[in-house]
């Protein structure tokens, strides 16, 4: 366990704010991936450091402080999501022929671009998993478990994924 | 579906996904709002700064009652009762003796940190305060009832879970007098200083004069003077140099004209102060920019206001101190109406 994170537990904001500093842009890509929304994820990532901010005395330092924290912000991201199942109606539909031109969002520059669009007109299901298997390098169990599906249904929203994916970066 | 299952086309696809960067930088600071949330709550306890309301008298003491009641049958305060005290950074001295991993801050005891020593005083078990380098501080008194510090010069973040008034900060401007929060208190080589409040409320004395200072919002302390018109922290610069004037320089009625043209509506709890403040010739002038500003609601009569009857002036402050704290916890997340306190 580091010094800053030992801090932080003893209630040193200072040192949480070093900590939110190192990994606010993992948290942050994290969760503008698995909503497609600019909005919701700055609310998710506040929500997600204020939750770690409250849960931090539970962090005994069996993994690397970064593993929980990011396990920690997927399931403050379904967790939001389960509570309000409002949150489909703003994401994009992978049907919906505008959802790549839509605002609301912010594009990243560069390598990937394409492929970040093409994973925001995910659906919701199809775009989550993709993005923890194939970005974040969580394995199916682990998706099953962070998100309330089974590991079967994980794999074929995978698939669908790809699919789908290489489709429209091929159109 | 496993790597080795994937079909061909699906190659190029994931190398793609792997470079995809993994940190994204949101477009502005969350962090403020970050602050606003955690502040006045320890980690793991999930326990929120408690927005204790300045006026509400009669809970509030009601609830001190109860604390006191409760508090107290754990037995009257030890004499020589110490509070823990750990070392954060450097080596901080409690009287001439440095601080080891922890130590024990016994009633009358110094603590002091030199510029690269920090540490944490546990006040009882209601809180804690941090000691920011430069800093020397006494412990003055430790019961049940008055946890008192004394800070000379430097810098204290105090964090308090319990009853309003049951922890103190004695400074050479005056006492600050915890209502249920957190904040940051400076304190010059001179006496001076600020403070600033990040969770609930904060009322500061000095002989007679008194300040109650809320979330998102701070006030200066002059030695002879006690603590000034509290201001927000993003108040213009105006308001500032003109509430300065009053409180510090005998600005007088220019000072307080000053004041009235450069308030927004979010200064509300500034100009609310300077109502129990300026002569009477001139309470009108503020009450009437007041009213503009943030619309008093029912019961708060002219009138009333102007004779300071204790009732429309709790009246008016619960209302303004709401939006206030509506417009702080919520920045960066809602577009909060400073009249209303409403959402836009």
Redesign the interface.
Known sequence: MTDLVR???????AA??SL??EH???V??LC?RLTAD?AE???L??DA??RA??????FRGESAFSSWLYRLTVNVVFMSRRAARRRAQRVFAAEDPGALERPGR?S?PG??LD??RAVAALPPGAREV?VLY??EGYRHEEIAQLTGIAVGTS?AQ??RA?RL??GM?ES | MTEHENPPEFRELLDRAAQLPKSIAPPHDLWPAIEARIAGKRPGTGEGGSGWVPWLVIPLAAAAALAVLLLGRRGPPRPGEAWEVTRVAGVPLVGTTPLGATGALKVGDWLQTDDSSRAVILVGDIGHVEVKPGTRIRLVRAQRTDHRLALERGEIYATVDAPPRLFFVDTPAGTVVDLGCAYTLAVDSSGDGTIRVSAGYVEFDWSGRRSIVPLGFRAETRRGFGPGTPYAEDAPQALRRALAAFDFASGGAEAVRQALAAARPEDAVSLWHLLGRVDPALRAGVYDRLATLVPPPAGVTRPGALQLDRAPLETYWNTIRRIAWRRTILKGIRDIDPRTGMAR
């Open positions: 801090q932080a537990q003893q209630g040193d904001q949480f704010q939110y500093r606010v842009g993992r942050y890509a503008l600019a994820a700055e609310e990532t506040q450091f204020v901010w409250e849960r931090l005395a539970t912010e990243n390598v990937g492929l970040e993709f194939d970005v794999k995978l698939f790809r994916l290489r970066l």
